[in-house]
């Protein structure tokens, strides 16, 4: 079967976060099969910070994070 969901650190949304807190971390109920995890499947948006802001209306868009996947059982780790 699929995969469900069991656990991620930090949470999705999670806010006052550390900048030097660069790892996320996804545990599933069973383990992943590494063959299908890739920059296509594992996407990561960074949304722009709440405060007063005088840049472009583009620098308002959600961003894709480059980063390093590892699979380890049932854990996807992303490294940005």
């Not at 999705?12 to 063959?35: A, C, H, P, R």
């Not at 920059?39 to 480059?66: A, H, I, M, N, W």
């Amino acid at each position: 079967g699929g995969l469900s969901l069991l656990e991620m650190n930090p949470d999705d949304g999670s806010t006052n976060m550390s900048f030097q807190d660069k790892t996320i971390t996804l545990t599933f109920d069973n383990d992943v099969d590494e063959s299908t995890v890739n920059d296509e499947t594992v996407v990561v948006y960074t949304y722009p910070v709440s405060g007063f802001y005088t840049g472009g209306s583009s620098q308002q868009e959600p961003k894709e994070l480059r980063k390093k996947l590892t699979v380890e059982d049932n854990k996807i780790i992303i490294e940005l």
